[in-house]
C-alpha cells in the first residue's frame, strides 16, 4: 500500500495549486514528458493514442462534408509569408528561420510554417483556373512551429500538431457557409465526443486571425474557471485572394477573385479533456475518445482460475469494447491507482469472492459507483454504463460551465464576478477596442467571443457605460 | 473526342522515356505538384489517398506486433546530433539548420530532423530504467528533412512523409528479432497489399545506415530495370546505448546498456507502386489500396433512366467497396481515359442498351479485359475480379521481376546482364568494398542487399576473382 499511496500523493489537488495539478497529471498519467529541445514536448503512448482517436473521429466528420486531405511543404520562403500584410506581421515575429541547408547559407531563407494560408494560397493560385474547379476543401494534418516564449504541455508550446483546413470558394456567401459549418463540426465534436460543451460565436476585431475577415472561435470552460480557446473558423474574404492573386473564370468567362476559408483544430484541445473532466486522482478521459475503456483488474490474481476468468472476461469484451487486464505483479490497489491516474472510464474488478457469486464489480472513473454485475450480463451492463458516463460528464461539465457564467451590466459587476466566481461573464460592449485594452489591463480578461446567440442584457457598454452594441463573453483565458 | 485524346497523348511513352513518364503519370494522375520551395512537393488529394491507405493497414500491422505510437520534436539540437559519430557524418551534410527563433538568433542551432535517433535516444536515457520498462517499441509517423540536391516526385525530395519506428530491448537477440520482424512486415505489406514483390536481405556495411551494426533491405525492381529500396530495418546493438548512456538495472541488479533497433519506410514507396504496375495510360493501382476502387460510367447519361441506375448501383455497392460513380458532364471517353490515367481497378460502364439487357460492364484497367454482367450478380462478380486483379497484378510483377534477375559468374557476364537485362544481377562477392566501388564506378550499379536466401553460384567474386564470400543482388537503383 505504500507504493499505491505514493501514486496518488504526488499529485498536487486542485485547490491548492491548479497550474501543478495539471501539470502533475500530465507526468504522471504518462501523456508527455520534456524534450532537450526547449519549448517542444514529446508526447508519450498515452497521448498520442489519445490524439490518434481525435483525429480518426474528427477526420471522419470532415470528410463527411467532402474535405479532401492533402500535403504541404513544412517550409514558407520568407518573400511568400511576407504576401499579405496582415498575415505576416501577425506571425513573422514567432517563426523558426531556416538559413542553411547543409554545408551552405540559403538564398533566401525559409520560416517553418506557423500556418500554411500562405502555401495554400500559393498553389491554389495555379490550381484555380475555372469554376469547375471550385470549390477546393483542402485538409493537412501536420505540426507547425511558433517560437514561443512561455510553454505549457499541450496548451502552448513551441510545435504543436493540428489540422488546418484551407478552402476556396466561388462566392463569398459559401466561404461563409463553410466557415460556419466548420465551426459546427468542431462544436459537435467536442460536446458529442470530448464531452466539453463549448460557446460558438465570433471574436472581435482585436482577437482576430491575422488577415481574416472574420473569425469564429469555440470557446470552453476550464475547472479553474479560466476560457480555453479550443478551435476556430476563419472567412478570409477575398483578401488573400487578391495578394496572391487567385482568380479563377466564371461562367461568363469573367475573372473572379475566390473566397477563402481556414480553420483548425491542435493538440491544445487535449488540455481541454484534462482540465474540463479530471479530479485529484489524476485524468478522467469521456469513454468516447478514451484509448482504453475498460481496464480489468484481478483480485488475488494468485488464487486458482482468477487469472482464467479475467482473461475469458477480457477477450469476451474484446468484441464491442476497448478493454484490456492488468495482470502484472502489482497489487490491486496499485493497480487502481493507476487506472484512475490514466482517466480509464470504467475498471473491473473480479476476485475469488466475485466467482464464486458468478460476478465482478464495474467501478465507475468519474463518481466511483460500485456496480456488482452477474458475468453474463457485463457486455450490456458496460455498453449501458459507457454511454451513461458520457452522457453524465457532458452534463457535469455543462452544469459546471453554466455555474461559472455571471451577467454584469457594468464595471463594478464585471470585476466582482471575475473575483467571487471566475468564468465567463457576460457584457455590453461598445464596439470599441479601447474598452477591450482597458478591461484586459485591468483585470486581465479578453473577450472570447461574441457568441452567435445575442440577447440585450443591458443598454450599455459593461466598460464605459456607452451605448451597447453587442453582447461578449468575457473571461480570463489560456 | 478530341480533348479525350489531348489527355492521353500528353503522357510520353515509356518505352521512349521512361524518368519522362514517370513525371507525366505523376502530374496527370494529380499525385503531386511542384511547391515555390525547392525540392519540396505537395501531395495532391488523390496522391495523399494514398499515402492514407498505406498508412492505415501498415499501422494496423505495426499495432499487432505491440508497437505504439508517440510524437517528437521535429527539431535536434547540434549538440544532441554530434553525439554518435557515424550518424552525424552521416547526417549533417544534408540537413537544414534553424538559425534564429522569431527575432533572435539562437544560442544553439538546430537541425529539421532528417531521421530522429538521436531524439529517441535521449528520451530513452530518461524513459529507460529498469528490465521492466523494456522494450519499448515505439513509432512515429512524420515528415522529415533532407538537403537534397536533385529531387524527384516521391522517389527523392527535400522533405518527405515517413514512419520512423525505434526499439530498445534488454537483449542483443531479442534487438535482432525485432529488426527481421519489421522487415518482414514491410515486406508482407508490399506483396499482400501493394502487389509489389521484393527481395529481402542485409546490406552491405558500404550501404549500411549510419549507426547501424547490421542494415536490412527490401528492394523491389522497377518497369525499366532499376532497383528501389523501399524500406530498411537497422540494428544498432548498443551503439547509440553507449553514445547516449541508455542503461537499465537487469533482474540482478547489474547496470546494462540496451540493444536497439529503427526501421523507416516512406512516401517513397509510392513511386513504387507508379513504377511497378503503371502503364502508357498511367497508373494502375492494386484494388487493395486503391482510395478509389470501382468507377461507375455512365453511358449516354442523357438518356431517360441512365443515372438513376447509375446511382443505384453505385449505392448498392457502397456497402463493400469503395466506388464512385462520374456524372459528370464530360464525355464518356474523357471519363474512361481519366479513370486509366488514375489508375481506377475497375470501371463499370452502363448505358441504355446494358439496362434494356438487365446488365452492365465491368473493365478491369490491368488488362482491360470486359465482362458484361448482370446487374445482380455485380457486387460478387466484383468481389472475384478485385481479388483476381490484385493477385494478377503480383504474379505479372513477380513474373517481370524474375524475368530480369541475371545469374553472373564473372566481370564480364556482369556487365554483359547490366546491358542486355537491366535489372538484378545475382553475383558472388568477396567482401571488399574495393569491388563494390569499381562496379559502381563502372558501370554504376550497387549492391543492392546480400539476401537472406543465400546460394554459392560460383566459387568466385564476380568483380575480382578473388574467393567468394557471399551471394549479392546488384542493380543500378533509384
Not at 501514486?7 to 520534456?34: C, G, H, N, P, R
Not at 491516474?341 to 475469488?352: A, D, L, S
Amino acid at each position: 500500500m505504500a507504493k499505491d499511496k505514493k501514486l496518488v500523493e504526488s499529485i498536487t489537488s486542485m485547490q491548492e495549486d491548479f497550474a501543478q495539478w495539471y501539470t502533475d497529471v500530465v507526468k504522471k498519467a504518462e501523456l508527455i514528458d520534456y524534450s532537450s529541445v526547449k519549448g517542444c514536448m514529446i508526447i508519450k503512448p498515452a497521448g498520442y493514442a489519445l490524439w490518434e482517436n481525435i483525429q480518426r473521429e474528427l477526420d471522419r466528420r470532415f470528410k463527411e462534408t467532402g474535405v479532401q486531405n492533402v500535403y504541404m511543404p513544412m517550409f514558407i520562403p520568407e518573400s511568400l509569408l511576407n504576401k499579405e500584410k496582415d498575415h505576416v506581421e501577425g506571425f513573422a515575429p514567432e517563426v523558426a528561420w531556416v538559413t542553411h541547408g547543409g554545408q551552405n547559407a540559403l538564398q533566401e531563407r525559409l520560416c517553418v510554417r506557423p500556418t500554411s494560408e500562405t502555401l495554400f494560397c500559393d498553389f491554389y493560385k495555379n490550381d484555380v483556373q475555372s469554376y469547375r474547379d471550385l470549390p477546393k476543401v483542402y485538409n493537412q494534418w501536420c505540426s507547425v512551429v511558433r517560437w514561443e516564449k512561455e510553454t505549457r504541455p499541450f496548451l502552448r508550446s513551441r510545435e504543436f500538431l493540428w489540422q488546418e483546413g484551407h478552402t476556396a470558394h466561388a462566392t463569398a456567401q459559401e466561404a461563409q457557409e463553410r466557415t460556419e459549418q466548420m465551426l459546427d463540426v468542431y462544436a459537435k465534436f467536442c460536446e458529442e465526443v470530448l464531452a466539453v460543451p463549448v460557446i460558438c460565436g465570433q471574436k472581435t476585431d482585436k482577437e482576430k486571425f491575422a488577415g481574416a475577415k472574420a473569425t469564429y472561435t469555440i470557446e470552453a470552460l476550464m475547472h479553474d474557471g479560466k476560457a480555453l480557446q479550443s478551435g476556430t473558423s476563419h472567412n478570409f474574404g477575398d483578401g488573400f485572394a487578391k495578394a496572391f492573386g487567385i482568380q479563377y473564370t466564371d461562367r461568363d468567362n469573367q475573372l473572379q477573385y475566390v473566397h477563402q476559408t481556414s480553420w483548425g483544430l491542435s493538440t491544445r484541445i487535449i488540455g481541454a479533456i484534462i482540465m474540463v473532466h479530471g479530479d485529484d486522482s489524476g485524468l478522467v478521459l469521456p469513454p468516447a475518445i478514451a484509448p482504453v475503456q475498460v481496464m480489468i483488474v484481478p483480485v488475488q490474481q494468485q488464487k486458482e482460475g482468477v487469472l482464467d476468468k479475467a482473461w475469458e472476461l477480457c477477450d469476451r469484451l474484446k468484441a464491442g469494447f476497448r478493454v484490456k487486464a492488468d495482470d502484472s505483479e502489482k497489487s490491486p490497489g496499485w493497480k487502481f491507482a493507476e487506472q484512475e491516474m490514466r482517466g480509464i472510464p470504467v475498471r473491473i474488478e473480479i476476485g475469488p469472492k466475485d466467482i464464486e457469486k458468478g460476478q465482478c464489480v464495474l467501478v465507475r472513473r468519474d463518481t466511483r459507483e460500485k456496480y456488482e454485475t452477474p458475468l453474463d450480463e457485463v457486455p450490456k451492463k458496460l455498453k449501458w454504463l459507457l454511454e451513461t458516463v458520457q452522457s453524465d460528464m457532458l452534463a457535469r461539465a455543462r452544469a459546471h460551465r453554466d455555474a461559472h457564467i455571471t451577467d454584469a451590466r457594468n464595471y463594478d459587476e464585471f470585476k466582482k464576478a471575475l473575483e467571487e466566481n471566475p468564468g465567463f461573464i457576460r457584457g455590453m460592449w461598445c464596439g470599441e477596442q479601447a474598452c477591450e485594452d482597458k478591461i484586459k489591463e485591468e483585470t486581465a480578461a479578453t473577450s472570447r467571443c461574441m457568441p452567435f446567440a445575442q440577447e440585450q442584457i443591458s443598454d450599455t457598454c459593461v466598460c464605459c457605460g456607452k451605448p451597447a452594441r453587442k453582447l461578449v463573453f468575457w473571461g480570463k483565458a489560456y
